[in-house]
């Protein structure tokens, strides 16, 4: 089935910076679409990013591509978020998730099927 774990969550200050990764074993993760998604209390999980196998990126919208950077190792089976820049509201529990191998990235959680537990990321004013 494959198991991803996240790491690289933490508290941090606004105007701070930090780099989650999310390491995949148990299968082949070099082809298969990858993203990131957070949650934060009380709302919904939202796409924050994604990530072909050959690189291609899809990001939420624009003020989340200015600040944030995903990126991927396939000889680490890795998945990096980068976040700059980070503001209160970028509070929320951070999750990786592997969807199929697509030329599309989705940003509906429904078509990623393999999630890690998640890495908090605290931001404060």
């Known amino acids: 089935q494959g198991q991803l774990v996240e790491s690289g969550g933490g508290l941090v200050q606004a105007g701070d910076s930090l780099r989650l990764s999310c390491a995949a074993s148990?299968?082949?993760?070099?082809?298969?679409?990858m993203g990131w998604f957070r949650q934060a209390p009380g709302k919904e999980r939202e796409f924050v990013a994604a990530?072909?196998?050959?690189?291609?990126?899809?990001y939420a919208d624009s003020a989340v591509k200015a600040r944030f950077t995903i990126s991927r190792d396939n000889a680490k089976s890795t998945l990096y978020l980068q976040l700059n820049s980070l503001k209160p509201e970028d509070t929320a529990v951070y999750y990786c998730?592997?969807?199929?191998?697509?030329?599309?990235?989705?940003?509906?959680?429904?078509?990623?099927?393999?999630w890690g537990q998640g890495t908090q990321v605290t931001v404060s004013s």
């Open positions: 990530i072909t196998g050959a690189g291609s990126t899809k």
């Open positions: 148990g299968r082949t993760f070099s082809t298969a679409n």
């Open positions: 998730a592997a969807g199929g191998a697509s030329a599309y990235l989705s940003r509906s959680p429904r078509m990623y099927d393999i």
